[in-house]
């Protein structure tokens, strides 16, 4: 009897991943991460290469211990399936199986959703690779050269248009559209977050909200201004003394979630407070000290 029901129980979890039935995608599509749009592969050869059943986009025997060092700027890359439309007779292009992707530039790597994650419900229907799951690897060199190949256009794109810093000791909003201070606070390099340093939290006085925005592309949100979406947000807590002060990365059930994973994914950081860094505290220190001085200023008597 025992035999039997462990038998049952084989059967019912390998037949999982024949939900969708094998063979190769009829499109992998890549987005979020900061993209404009999506970016559709739908070449007959690359589709016929890298099915997810076959897993040759990755090293399965080389799971990394910890985070891609490239994963805040990491895309997901869906593989589609053309199933029939639930409204009618026609087929559509829809996903039964996601992954993530980045690149430092050098090499890449692959990121399988893990339990827990949004997408693993979905994943599971298609291929369960048990333990491997939840884990990133190195991205063989074949997968790398079709994603750069796909992405080459991504970072003149990705640099945001106007950083927002509002709360604290600002008595408005304060907006940031200096193209060297966007480029180098990108929310993709993370330079508010001490990297070196493990999640935590301590003394701290103000706090400020910090969200990024892009002229006029990405998903709507309630956080738009004029003709600008907003694609990421976090909280600062300015440090006492000397203390560059801690950041928040919205975790699923914070505010900014939302907006965040589609632009940057902060994985297993994501619902946390990290210590911040002395260039970022000194970043803040300059909006709030500049808008004092504009208003002692513009308050002066004039001759």
């Not at 050098?106 to 959703?113: K, Q």
């Not at 600002?170 to 907006?175: A, E, G, I, N, S």
């Not at 807590?237 to 801690?246: A, S």
Request: glycine share 8%; charged share 20%.
């Amino acid at each position: 009897m025992t035999r039997f029901l462990t038998l049952v129980a084989l059967s019912a979890l390998v037949s999982v991943p024949f939900a969708y039935g094998k063979g190769s995608p009829d499109a992998i599509v890549v987005f979020d991460g900061g993209l404009n749009s999506p970016i559709q592969i739908t070449d007959a050869s690359s589709l016929r290469a890298f099915d997810p059943w076959n897993a040759r986009f990755m090293d399965l025997k080389q799971a990394l211990p910890g985070n891609a060092p490239c994963f805040r700027r990491s895309v997901q890359v869906g593989f589609y399936r053309k199933l029939k439309a639930k409204s009618s007779d026609a087929t559509e292009l829809q996903p039964f199986y996601i992954t993530r992707y980045c690149s430092t530039g050098s090499e890449g790597f692959v990121y399988l959703p893990g339990p827990g994650e949004p997408t693993y419900p979905q994943n599971a229907e298609a291929i369960v690779r048990g333990d491997a799951d939840g884990k990133w690897y190195p991205a063989t060199a074949a997968w790398n050269q079709l994603l750069s190949d796909a992405l080459a256009a991504r970072d003149a794109q990705a640099n945001p248009d106007m950083i927002m810093v509002s709360g604290g000791e600002l008595q408005h909003p304060v907006q940031i559209t200096d193209p060297e201070l966007l480029e180098a606070l990108s929310p993709w390099t993370g330079k508010f977050v001490d990297w070196e340093q493990p999640a935590a939290s301590g003394p701290c006085n103000w706090e400020y909200e910090i969200t990024y925005f892009k002229d006029g592309v990405g998903l709507k949100t309630r956080y738009d201004t004029d003709r600008f979406r907003m694609i990421y947000g976090l909280r600062y807590c300015f440090g006492n003394g000397d203390h560059p002060g801690y950041v928040h990365l919205a975790g699923r059930t914070d505010k900014f979630w939302a907006e965040n994973v589609h632009s940057v994914w902060d994985g297993d950081q994501a619902g946390e407070w990290h210590p911040s860094t002395l260039e970022w505290k000194a970043f803040i220190r300059r909006e709030v000290d500049l808008q004092r001085q504009q208003a002692a200023s513009s308050s002066s008597p004039q001759p």
